[in-house]
């Protein structure tokens, strides 16, 4: 009797960390991938009488921040490319919040050394995302 006492009280465990880091890449990519996928369609019911001219090529080099402001205005008007790149950084910010489950995780275990370096690793993400370090 004794033992189901203590299973009953048992803390948040590596186990129950690792179903939900599970879940949330599980989930992250099948969701990115359903926002792509369903912006592919409005894509194409929406450009089907274009044609696109692939004999010259545009490069479009701005900043991350204006990229995302231009991403958002066009899912709110349900334009398809937008929520194509929707999905695109749906699938980049699976793992991201992955690093920063973990950095939670290991705050709850008072692990500091490993705080430490999940906290490197966000400032490397952040600035190769901010300065373009990233392409």
């Given amino acids: 009797m004794e033992k189901s006492n203590s299973m009953q009280q048992e803390k948040f465990g590596e186990k129950d960390f690792q179903n939900i880091v599970g879940n949330l890449l599980r989930y992250g990519v099948w969701i990115s991938l359903a926002v792509a996928f369903i912006g592919g369609i409005v894509y194409l019911i929406g450009q089907s009488t274009h044609i696109e001219n692939y004999s010259v090529f545009h490069e479009n080099d701005r900043n991350i921040f204006e990229v995302v402001a231009d991403v958002y205005q066009g899912v709110i008007q349900g334009k398809g490319e937008s929520l194509i790149f929707f999905g695109i950084i749906l699938l980049f ?11 939670f995780s290991f705050l709850l275990e008072k692990d500091y050394l490993y705080v430490a370096i999940t906290l490197i690793v966000i400032l490397i993400i952040l600035i190769s995302v901010s300065f373009g370090f990233s392409h």
Avoid: A, I, Q, Y
Wanted: net charge positive.
């Fill in 93 to 103: 910010l699976t793992p991201v919040f992955r690093v920063l489950l973990s950095l």
